[in-house]
C-alpha cells in the first residue's frame, strides 16, 4: 500500500532548526521527485521545496532560500527538509508529495498541482 508519513514537526522558538522527514512504503523512491509544501490557516498550499530522482536537482521557494535545505535517502525511502533560522511566518502544516520523473532527471519545480499523492501532513509552529 502506498503511503507518505511526514514526521519531525513541533513547537520551536523563532530563530529554530527542525529536521522534517517524509518516509515513504510501498513503491520505491528511486524514480520520483519529491516535494515539500506547506499550508497555513486560510491560505492556499505553497510549494516549498522539492528534489530530483536523481538527487541531484533541488529547488526552493524564495521565502526559505538559505534557511531549507532538502535531501534524500533512497536506501530508506525517506526525504529530510532541514529547516533553519525559523520564523512565525513559516508556522503550517507542512507535506510531502511524489512526482514520477524516471532516472536521470536534474531538475524540478515544486507546483501543487503536479504533486501527488500526499502525506497527512506534521505541523510546524514557530513561536515564542
Known amino acids: 500500500q502506498l503511503q507518505l508519513v511526514e514526521s519531525g514537526g513541533g513547537l520551536v522558538q523563532p530563530g529554530g532548526s527542525l529536521r522534517l522527514s517524509c518516509a515513504v512504503s510501498?513503491?520505491?523512491?528511486?524514480?520520483?521527485?519529491v516535494g515539500w509544501f506547506r499550508q497555513a490557516p486560510g491560505k492556499e498550499r505553497e510549494g516549498v521545496s522539492c528534489i530530483s530522482s536523481s538527487g541531484g536537482g533541488t529547488n526552493y521557494a524564495d521565502s526559505v532560500k538559505g534557511r531549507f535545505t532538502v535531501s534524500r535517502d533512497n536506501t530508506v525511502n525517506t526525504v529530510y527538509l532541514q529547516m533553519n533560522s525559523l520564523n512565525p511566518d513559516d508556522t503550517a502544516l507542512y507535506y510531502c508529495?511524489?512526482?514520477?520523473?524516471?532516472?536521470?532527471?536534474?531538475?524540478?519545480?515544486?507546483?501543487?498541482?503536479?504533486?501527488?499523492?500526499w502525506g497527512q501532513g506534521t505541523q510546524v509552529t514557530v513561536s515564542s
Open positions: 510501498g513503491f520505491s523512491l528511486d524514480f520520483y521527485a
Open positions: 508529495a511524489t512526482q514520477w520523473q524516471g532516472t536521470g532527471i536534474n531538475a524540478c519545480v515544486p507546483t501543487v498541482a503536479k504533486f501527488g499523492p
